[in-house]
């Protein structure tokens, strides 16, 4: 017991020296594109090679949908989404001033479709939201990530920071380990990342698919050999903040292209 | 329901130039050579052809196999003469047939 | 439980530079060890999952990591006793490393369902990684 708590300390002490060390100093930051090979970046710089803006083009034509008579479409409250949707997605996930809730921007627009829209919000994952979420980044593309710190969130960009660094799984590892200790290195021939979601929602070549920043999340819990957290859980929007602290100042290049 | 993107060259065109076309669309693109967790198969689910014609004549067609990767680019080229419609289908497994419609101004050299 | 495996030092390996690596003494296993089992385990990324950080003189093996040590002799450098305390736990002696405990089936927190209760590896396979990482010399 006495022994347990004395390696407590050690590792406490070992811990809160780490919180600096391997702090990626803000010129030092690469993003997921600057880390890609020369042929995935020009296919994200060409909006037309991008097969993430089929979903920006889905995604548009949901905005002006309207759900159901009586029912007001995305655009029917919020009007033109190049002008009323510039810079939101580079400042959530936020918190909502009423419920004090936390939010990612999925998690907005279920809460807009169940209660503006009144009608079943659509699944995480599926199509339509990520449709709506890829339009959405597209009008915050080019901007700086906002410091949530800077907008209260020390609570959560705390908590977000302590599961950044808890080992998780039977492989018993931490994000940090990979993604502030050893990036660039490569991991079975994949170069760790620096894990800046400036991209997000964003097509990867691996999933052939446009997916979400929880789906990450998950491949990487799931490749540790943990259990992840269900769809929406706090514990990811606390994850989000952190990493969105931690990137913060970098622009959004969503909805980006990733191997 | 899948979703196609068309792009025209965004300079103007004169009778004669040779230019390119690009299509995309959104599709899965399902091997048929995967299987779920389970061990059960995941049926195929891909665009088998691909066809472009200009006023009605074909000017560009392709077959499509399992090897394609999801959300098809295509980039062809193509001689324009003046304007005129261009029609391009993608047909597939499961009954898929998507179509789109681009009008192709050309102007007399 | 695992502790008592130990026959050497067990610690902060940062502490004291001059503490003597850790060892184990062979597990109980149901079958003498196989060298050649052991080298599929390794090159197997779902089940050693070794090569992920390691390389070594597997050149069937395309993609292989630098996140740690080349596994080429291993053998040289370390005892069979010195690689099996680092397969079991390396937390035990580096609190820090990035090396998976291979023979710990507790104390991680939320493991998969379907690894829950269960070591990365048996006895059995520890014992053969063990005997094949012993014949990889310089």
């Known amino acids: 017991m006495i022994r347990r708590a004395g390696r407590a300390l050690v590792l406490l002490a070992v811990l809160a020296g780490a919180l600096n060390a391997d702090e990626i100093p803000p010129g030092e930051r690469l993003s997921g594109y600057d880390m890609m090979g020369a042929e995935a970046q020009a296919m994200q710089r060409d909006d037309f090679a991008n097969p993430a803006m089929l979903a920006v083009k889905e995604g548009e034509a949901l905005w002006h949908a309207v759900p159901g008579e009586g029912r007001p479409s995305c655009a029917g409250c919020h009007g033109d989404a190049a002008a009323s949707m510039k810079g939101v997605a580079a400042r959530y996930p936020a918190r909502d001033v009423p419920s004090g809730r936390l939010f990612d921007l999925p998690g907005r627009i279920q809460a807009c479709q169940n209660g503006r829209q009144g009608i079943a919000p659509q699944p995480r994952e599926s199509t339509g939201l990520l449709a709506l979420e890829a339009y959405l980044a597209l009008q915050s593309r080019g901007m700086p990530l906002a410091s949530p710190r800077a907008r209260g969130l020390d609570d959560a960009v705390q908590r977000g920071e302590g599961l950044y660094r808890q080992r998780f799984g039977q492989l018993d590892l931490s994000c940090a380990q990979c993604h502030s200790q050893n990036w660039g290195r490569s991991l079975a021939g994949t170069r760790i990342p620096q894990a800046h979601p400036t991209g997000y929602p964003l097509f990867r070549m691996e999933w052939q698919a446009v997916g979400s920043l929880q789906r990450r999340f998950r491949n990487c819990m799931t490749g540790i050999r943990a259990e992840p957290f269900p769809p929406g859980a706090p514990e990811w929007i606390d994850l989000e903040i952190y990493l969105k602290e931690r990137a913060a100042g970098m622009r959004v290049d969503a909805p980006a292209v990733r191997p | ?109 | 439980m695992l502790a008592a495996l130990f026959l050497g030092g067990v610690g902060p390996a940062a502490a004291q530079p001059a503490m003597p690596v850790p060892e184990a003494s062979p597990l109980a296993a149901a079958r003498p060890p196989d060298p050649e089992n052991g080298r599929r385990i390794v090159v197997d990324r779902r089940r050693g999952l070794c090569l992920l950080c390691h390389s070594g003189p597997f050149p069937e093996v395309r993609f292989q990591g630098d996140l740690a040590p080349s596994l080429a002799g291993a053998g040289s450098r370390w005892t069979p006793a010195q690689l099996r305390a680092r397969l079991i736990d390396s937390r035990q002696f580096n609190g820090e490393t990035i090396m998976p405990p291979y023979f710990r089936a507790e104390g991680q927190i939320r493991v998969g369902r379907a690894f829950s209760g269960r070591s990365i590896l048996t006895a059995e396979e520890i014992e053969d990684v063990t005997a094949f990482l012993a014949t990889l010399r310089d």
């Open chain 2, 1 to 109: 329901m899948a979703t196609a993107m068309i792009l025209l060259p965004r300079s103007a065109i004169r009778a004669g130039d040779l230019i390119t076309l690009k299509a995309m669309i959104s599709h899965p693109m399902e091997t048929g050579f995967r299987r779920t967790e389970t061990g059960g198969e995941i049926p195929r689910n891909i665009i088998r052809q691909f066809s472009c014609r200009y006023m009605g004549e074909l000017v560009f067609s392709c077959d499509f196999h399992p090897a394609i990767a999801a959300n098809p680019f295509l980039a062809f080229p193509l001689v324009a003469t003046r304007t005129g419609p261009l029609e391009f289908v993608w047909r597939g497994d499961n009954g898929f047939l998507h179509r789109e419609q681009a009008m192709l101004q050309v102007s007399a050299s």
